[in-house]
């Protein structure tokens, strides 16, 4: 009995040339991290992101709002500009903290907390497209500037870049029990949310304190403070 060779595959031939099929391999320069912060920051102002979890408010009903009259539907969404601009700030805040740290450990910690933060953003979102408006005008300035911020905290060190995260956060607690006592007691949808913001931004102090967040000085938390309550006022109505 004859053995034959196994069959060998050959190159498919026209004439005298030989059909190759390059592969071309994708290498990485040093302008990639950039073009993907900015397809980041076009997704986040454009309105391109989507909550992974369920709107705390639940499902948008006919009579949701029957309770709230036109002076109360502007100032709910004057409030809920304001909330949606402070995400933006997150947003730009924590991912500009994950661009210049040290650790990979601590930058997954600060890209963590920005995921988690998107949820907020589409809840806002959601809620001013319901009350007919609008998010802030100016939030490609409040992303630049809290980008900047964000890189310039990491730049102190990772227990500075953790305790500006633990103020900041602090802060925006603060911030969110004001609104819950400011909002009209019929906007039961946007109360919801506010309340599970709220939880989440707690979750993210005690997590940056856990790990070891440096407590700020007093005239840095007073400035943070200031430039909020500057924030605050202007995406009211802008």
């Given at each position: 009995m ?20 390059p ?19 076009l ?25 709230l ?21 997150a ?13 990979q ?16 953003l589409?809840?806002c979102s ?14 490609p300035?409040w ?49 919801a ?16 304190e ?6 700020l ?22």
């Amino acid at each position: 009995m004859t053995h034959q060779p196994p069959h060998t595959p050959v190159a498919e031939s026209h004439g005298h040339h030989t059909k190759n099929h390059p592969r071309f391999v994708r290498r990485h320069g040093w302008l990639d991290p950039f073009i993907a912060e900015l397809d980041v920051a076009l997704q986040v102002l454009g309105g391109g992101v989507t909550a992974s979890r369920p709107n705390p408010a639940g499902p948008k009903v006919a009579e949701s709002d029957a309770g709230l009259d036109d002076a109360a539907k502007r100032h709910a969404a004057g409030l809920m500009r304001v909330n949606h601009v402070g995400e933006v700030c997150a947003q730009a805040l924590y991912r500009g903290q994950a661009a210049a740290v040290s650790s990979q450990e601590s930058a997954e910690f600060f890209l963590e907390a920005a995921a988690e933060e998107v949820d907020h953003l589409g809840w806002c979102s959601q809620r001013l497209r319901e009350l007919d408006s609008r998010p802030s005008l100016l939030n490609p300035l409040w992303y630049a500037g809290s980008f900047a911020l964000g890189m310039l905290a990491s730049r102190a060190g990772s227990a500075q870049s953790l305790g500006f995260m633990a103020e900041t956060e602090r802060q925006v607690e603060a911030h969110l029990e004001g609104h819950l006592t400011e909002l009209p007691v019929a906007d039961s949808r946007s109360r919801a949310i506010v309340e599970e913001m709220k939880q989440d931004e707690v979750k993210h102090r005690v997590n940056a304190e856990f790990r070891g967040a440096q407590v700020l000085p007093k005239p840095l938390r007073s400035a943070m403070r200031l430039m909020a309550q500057i924030m605050t006022k202007t995406a009211y109505r802008v």
